[in-house]
């Protein structure tokens, strides 16, 4: 089992940057495709972002193309997400998550263990 804790998370201006972090233990996720989603109050949670194992193929939704950037550091099992230019819309509870897969997915019922997730608020 993998246990998956998220951090980082926090109220910015549109415009500014967050760091997301999400440390995994109690097993590595060397094996593992790592992805990010996001849930906004009344709406479904919904992906964000998708990395393979082995970190050369990711994967990201349109809205957040070219803003955002997943990343992954296998020896301090642990996963990114760089988010600048941050918007209103934006603004979500962002959760980790990973899959037993090497390839990347961008499905929630692919992915096996979640985080608690990390708010993210976007000021106007």
């Known amino acids: 089992q993998v246990q998956l804790v998220e951090s980082g998370g926090g109220l910015v201006q549109a415009g500014g940057s967050l760091r997301l972090t999400c440390a995994a233990s109690?097993?590595?996720?060397?094996?593992?495709?790592m992805g990010w989603f996001r849930q906004a109050p009344g709406k479904e949670r919904e992906f964000v972002a998708a990395l393979s194992a082995n970190g050369d193929t990711s994967h990201y939704t349109d809205s957040v193309k070219g803003r955002f950037t997943i990343s992954r550091d296998n020896a301090k099992n642990t996963a990114y997400l760089q988010m600048n230019s941050l918007k209103p819309e934006d603004t979500a509870t962002y959760y980790c998550?990973?899959?037993?897969?090497?390839?990347?997915?961008?499905?929630?019922?692919?992915?096996?263990?979640w985080g608690q997730g990390t708010q993210v608020t976007v000021s106007s």
């Open positions: 109690k097993r590595t996720i060397y094996w593992y495709a």
């Open positions: 998550a990973a899959g037993r897969y090497l390839r990347l997915r961008v499905g929630l019922t692919d992915y096996d263990y």
